[in-house]
Each structure stands twice: as C-alpha cells, then as structure tokens.
C-alpha cells in the first residue's frame, strides 16, 4: 500500500529554516513523482513543489522560488522540501502526495488532483 509519512513540521521564526521529510512506507518513492503542498486555514491548497520520478526534474510554486528546495534521497526512501527564509505568510499544514502511476514526470502548475495518495500532513509556523 503506498502510504507518505510527513515529518519535520515545527515553530520557526521569520528568516528560519526548516526542512520536511516525506518517507515512503510500503513502496519506493523514486518510482513516482512527488509533490508537497500546503493549506493555510482559510484558503484553498497550493502546489509548492514536486520531484519526478527518477530523472529528478523539479518544479516550484511562485512563491516559494529561491527559497525553497525539494530533493530525494533514495537510499533512505525519503523525499525533503528544505524551506528557507521562511515567512508568516508560509504557515501552513504541509502535505505529501504521490502520483497513482509510477514513473511519471512533475509538471507545471502543481495541482493536487494528479496526485493520489497523501501525507497526513505537519503543521508549520512561522512567527516571532
């Protein structure tokens, strides 16, 4: 069954770093792609970022270029979104999410209905 398990979520301050994990449970991530997005309380689900499957292209939402990078470590079967300058307006429940197919590409803009299976989500804030 596959199944992401997100992990890393936390309080940060403006201009903090954090840094996400996405681990696969009962599959092998390099044979999807993958993708993170975040839901603010009140406002619809954004894509921020997504990997493919084992050529690695990336893609990243508007907002979070330049400061945001996804990666994979298939060794550990674990998807990063590492976040940096992070600001108020990045707060958010942070979510996982696998393609249904395997060796599929990411593509542009990042939408959650190509995706199939989901993280339950970790809570990230950013304030002072």
């Known amino acids: 069954q596959v199944q992401p398990v997100e992990s890393g979520g936390g309080l940060v301050q403006p201009g903090g770093s954090l840094r996400l994990s996405c681990a696969g449970s009962g599959f092998t991530l390099n044979d999807y792609a993958i993708a993170w997005f975040r839901q603010a309380p009140g406002k619809e689900r954004e894509g921020v970022s997504c990997?493919?499957?084992?050529?690695?292209?990336?893609y990243y939402g508007d907002s979070v270029k330049g400061r945001f990078t996804i990666s994979r470590d298939n060794a550990k079967n674990t998807v990063y979104l590492q976040m940096n300058s992070l600001k108020p307006e990045d707060t958010a429940v942070y979510y996982c999410?696998?393609?249904?197919?395997?060796?599929?590409?990411?593509?542009?803009?990042?939408?959650?209905?190509?995706?199939?299976?989901w993280g339950q989500g970790t809570q990230v804030t950013v304030s002072s």
């Open positions: 999410a696998v393609t249904g197919n395997m060796y599929r590409l990411c593509v542009s803009p990042i939408l959650s209905y190509d995706y199939e299976y």
């Open positions: 990997i493919s499957s084992r050529y690695s292209s990336t």
